[in-house]
């Protein structure tokens, strides 16, 4: 299958910082990536659908201005998580889709993100 | 709100046995059911059901859906101990935002 390469796969970071974490597409072009985010024991969230050159779409109940989404390229998407708090603490995990929606999605490795 | 459901949660078997997985689905406009398996950190694909029927196979896994009863199975058997993972089912629908919907997984155990 597809590759799909996210960064860094585990960061540690003080309360009131951002961070940055990138998910590309290394031998596909990604028309859409989605981020998700999963919480010890429980399942992956839905947190946004970003399509390259445009706005992302943020599900219900996820702050647009904290979680910052990016889809430069049809290559590249990045999720910034602003002024970070300890609750911020989880699992995020994108996964990219090259072209039309009924077809599967790849997922990187997940980014650990502890927040203290 | 769209919804899926995975029975059980967590099944602990003997290698060799042969488990069945559960999902259920209550999703409008629903277009596809996919099957993942968690081990460490990424999700990787199994399956994609989108006919009602059509059973799908690879190597001892094997998938159904029954979009009559809103349901599909995952099928494993001879298990392995690598076969040890968080089977996720997970749903598509049609047009709007086109993320998947996630059941909370099934945590299989195979035991020696």
Known sequence: GAVVSQHPSRVICKSGTSVKIECRSLDFQATTMFWYRQFPKQSLMLMATSNEGSKATYEQGVEKDKFLINHASLTLS???????????????????????????AFFGQGTRLTVV | EDKVVQSPLSLVVHEGDTVTLNCSYEVTNFRSLLWYKQEKKAPTFLFM????????????????????????????TATQTGDSAIYLCAVLRRGGADGLTFGKGTHLIIQP
């Open chain 1, 78 to 104: 990045t999720l910034t998580v602003t002024s970070a708090h300890p609750e911020d603490s989880s699992f995020y995990i994108c996964s990219a889709r090259e072209g039309r929606a009924n077809t599967e």
């Open chain 2, 49 to 76: 059901l989108t006919s009602s029927g059509i059973e799908k196979k690879s190597g001892r896994l094997s998938s159904i859906l029954d979009k009559k009863e809103l349901s599909s199975i995952l099928n494993i």
